[in-house]
T-cell receptor, first 108, second 111 residues
Framework: RKEVEQDPGPFNVPEGATVAFNCTYS??????FFWYRQDCRKEPKLLMS???SGNEDGRFTAQLNRASQYISLLIRDSKLSDSATYLC?????????FGAGTRLAVHP | SQTIHQWPATLVQPVGSPLSLECTVE??????LYWYRQAAGRGLQLLFY??????ISSEVPQNLSASRPQDRQFILSSKKLLLSDSGFYLC??????????FGSGTRLTVV
């Protein structure tokens, strides 16, 4: 079993839609969790950290469920510019393990 | 703020040739540094990480090696490249607590 797993998608949604991604992790000792955005042929960029109490940044909300060992990302009011691959990551202080990413395509 | 520099951006190398990719860091001292590889259409695979000068942890046995000769320098090397070494190589810095910052990556094609 992979340490961090994501549905690869693609998720094809119209502009304005709400879309949610989930990511599961197998290492219960993992302490830190993040969502990254990666555009085609570019490096991943940190989107947001994920906390048990939830973390909201504008249209984006991230949540951690330690009991079920998954993290989620909710995108409200999708924009064309949200089209990208979203990577979840989890780990300890010294290293992060990344999921393979979920592709999102937002269409007009 | 921290900046990760990587070069070159693109590299085409023949099978059996050596490789040296360099990563340097600005804006922080004593950073944890990481090398990841992303194969086409795949996720990020952690190759090596370093918590300080001369300290290298290898995550996956393979045809590559890493070195940390200076605090802000991290080098990925190979003596003889294989076709399977093709991929997008990314250097990252800072610890997991604060999330990683990535360099812009090197796209390596072994032919």
């Amino acid at each position: 079993r992979k340490e961090v797993e994501q549905d690869p998608g693609p998720f094809n949604v119209p502009e304005g839609a709400t879309v949610a991604f989930n990511c599961t992790y197998s290492n219960s000792a993992s302490q830190s969790f993040f969502w990254y955005r990666q555009d085609c042929r570019k490096e991943p960029k940190l989107l947001m950290s994920v906390y048990s109490s939830g973390n909201e940044d504008g249209r984006f909300t991230a949540q951690l469920n330690r009991a079920s060992q998954y993290i989620s990302l909710l995108i409200r009011d999708s924009k064309l510019s949200d089209s990208a691959t979203y990577l979840c990551a989890g780990g300890g202080y010294n290293k992060l393990i990344f999921g393979a990413g979920t592709r999102l395509a937002v269409h007009p | 703020s921290q900046t990760i520099h990587q070069w070159p951006a693109t590299l085409v190398q023949p099978v059996g040739s050596p490789l040296s990719l360099e990563c340097t860091v600005e804006g922080t001292s004593n950073p944890n540094l990481y090398w990841y590889r992303q194969a086409a259409g795949r996720g990020l695979q952690l190759l090596f990480y370093s918590v300080g000068i001369g300290q290298i942890s290898s995550e996956v046995p393979q045809n590559l090696s890493a070195s940390r000769p200076q605090d802000r320098q991290f080098i990925l090397s190979s003596k003889k490249l294989l076709l399977s070494d093709s991929g997008f190589y990314l250097c990252a810095g800072i610890g997991a607590v604060y999330g990683y910052t990535f360099g812009s990556g090197t796209r390596l094609t072994v032919v």
